[in-house]
């Protein structure tokens, strides 16, 4: 879990300031949607993405 939360918290939520919980909730949505699980990489799945693993078990 530290490698998930201590790059949201360090590159991304710690630099912006955020007018409301909304805007927050999105910006981290964002963050998952589409840096995160795009690019990490998984044992268990082979050291694929997330996004690399449905692609190749259709």
């Known amino acids: 879990m530290e490698n998930f939360f ?3 918290k360090t590159e991304r939520i710690g630099k ?3 007018r409301s ?3 927050a909730k999105a ?3 964002d963050y998952i949607e ?3 699980n ?3 990489r998984y044992s268990a799945l082979g050291y694929l993405s ?3 693993f449905e692609r ?3």
């Open 27 to 29: 910006d981290v949505f």
């Open 16 to 18: 912006k300031p955020y």
């Open 34 to 36: 589409c840096f995160y």
């Open 6 to 8: 201590s790059p949201l």
């Open 38 to 40: 795009p690019t990490q």
């Open 50 to 52: 997330h996004i690399d």
């Open 21 to 23: 919980i909304a805007q």
């Open 56 to 58: 190749e078990t259709g």
